[in-house]
């Protein structure tokens, strides 16, 4: 998967040249027009070549996640940015246009998905589609608005239709970790969307049957790795009754063993070395980078409740205040193929990471 805007530019095609044949031993040879070359396809971006930005800049961030983030995605919103745009992108104070129409995208995309009478038997792609946008449309609304719109209601109601009998969801397994590998993280990412949902949603009665059921299915199927035992932190924070006092320090001590000496950490080292390259080279487990700090950061700080003067964290807030790219990014390489994806997404929790640190007004 990639994002839209960055996407490279297909290869021409070329037309077969037809070749004179020889009418006899000593006929002239008729010479051919010769085809023009097909255009060279662009490198590839190398994402760790661009130089440090001198300080922070959130204009910078704001305009390389505007860049990346799409108003329209064709058939496939689970890919790409724009769940991970319309998570962080409120926490940049700069409205602009692109921001209000990847909103009303994601707002029609709930309309065509509610048509489409989907049901824990639809396909994964369908399903997962369904449960991060209800899941994302509800953060936006916390973090905008306050208050809980029509629509984002009624995608929120779509993850109670998509949702297995045993409380978890047929996730898309794409085998791109750490979003599109396992059933876990749906149920997770179902359980913070519903949480963090405005308005008492998560009182009603369809959210609070279906949370009950993923409370049962996340008992039943434990976190295998340390990406999936901190979404279960962010989710236990949201709505409660997940986990226990003593699995929660837990998991706030071991999240913060795999920090890095410059105060960062490696995404890929919250695989615990489940997560494979495609390329079948190693994962980089000591490299600090964008997601790997961000991500860690923001459930520290809005899930672990570790304070924001805590030595550790203000540590990982000077790696991400120095880490900035000058493309105003921070790069992560990404455990599976795509550092584009995974530099994005990086991003976008690296700013929620500033924010919940107050680094961001």
Known sequence: MRISSLRLLALTALLLASTTPLCAADAPVTATKAEPAAPQKPAPKRWADDPLLPEFSAIKAAEFLDAGAQANEGKCTACHATFAYLMARPALPFATAKHAAVRAHLEKWTADLAGLQLNEASKPQKIAEAVMTGAVLAQHDAATSGKLQPISRQALDLLWQV???DGGYNWLKLNDPPSEIDNHFGATMAAIGTGLAPDGYADTPAAHTGLEKIRSYLRAHPPEHMHQRAMLLLADHCVGGLMTDESRRQTVSDLFA?????????????????????????????????????????VLRLAGRVPEDD???????????????????????????????????????????????????
């Open 311 to 361: 030595p550790r964290i203000r540590r990982a807030v000077t790696w991400l205040r120095t880490h900035q790219r000058a493309g105003g990014y921070w790069y992560t390489r990404s455990p599976r193929n795509s550092d584009e994806l995974s530099t994005y997404v990086g991003t976008a929790y690296a700013i929620l990471a500033l924010k919940v640190c107050g680094e961001i007004p």
């Open 258 to 298: 795999l920090q890095r000496p410059d105060g960062g950490w490696a995404m890929a080292s919250l695989g615990d070395g489940t997560w494979k390259r495609k390329d079948r080279t190693p994962q980089d487990l000591t490299t600090s980078d964008g997601y790997g700090t961000g991500f860690s950061v923001y």
């Open 163 to 165: 949702q297995q009998k």
